[in-house]
């Protein structure tokens, strides 16, 4: 592992660099795809039920290990998630340009409630160790939303 990081905290470094990427690289595919909302919504609750919803979110689990005993991997955690809320504004955005989004909603506040509603849904279904609550939390934010 030497050969590749100077020590412990440029490897911490890089998975979490790779694991940001990672998601916000899927979140922006699926949230450019033709129906965007709803191709992510696939993507998220499949995900939870392929995994059994075993591990959480690859970025958020870092979070209790790390957020508080390490600045320099808080600091990159949460630009991860500020990425992270951005592909998810971007693809609001196409909802709101349409009008499917009431016309006092903010894709950039939207989207951090998106991404709160996820990291939640997904921490509960880790505890139950059912896709349910990923599944639900995700469903009925929609439905409140653009009313499907």
Sequence with gaps: MTHYFADKN????????????AIVNRQRHALSSANGVEAWRNM?????????????????SLVGQLAESDPEARAL???????????ISDGLRSLDVDGKLPSDTD???LAITVLATLQGGLLLAQV?????????????????????
């Design 107 to 109: 894709p950039d506040d």
């Design 44 to 60: 998220v609750i499949t995900a939870a039920k392929r995994t059994k919803a075993k591990g959480g979110c690859q970025l958020g």
């Design 128 to 148: 139950q160790q059912s896709p349910r609550p990923i599944e639900t939390a995700v469903n009925t934010l929609f439905a409140l939303i653009i009313g499907r």
């Design 77 to 87: 955690i949460a630009a991860g998630f500020d990425q992270w809320a951005a592909a």
């Design 10 to 21: 440029d490897l911490v470094q890089a998975v979490i660099g790779y694991q940001a990427d």
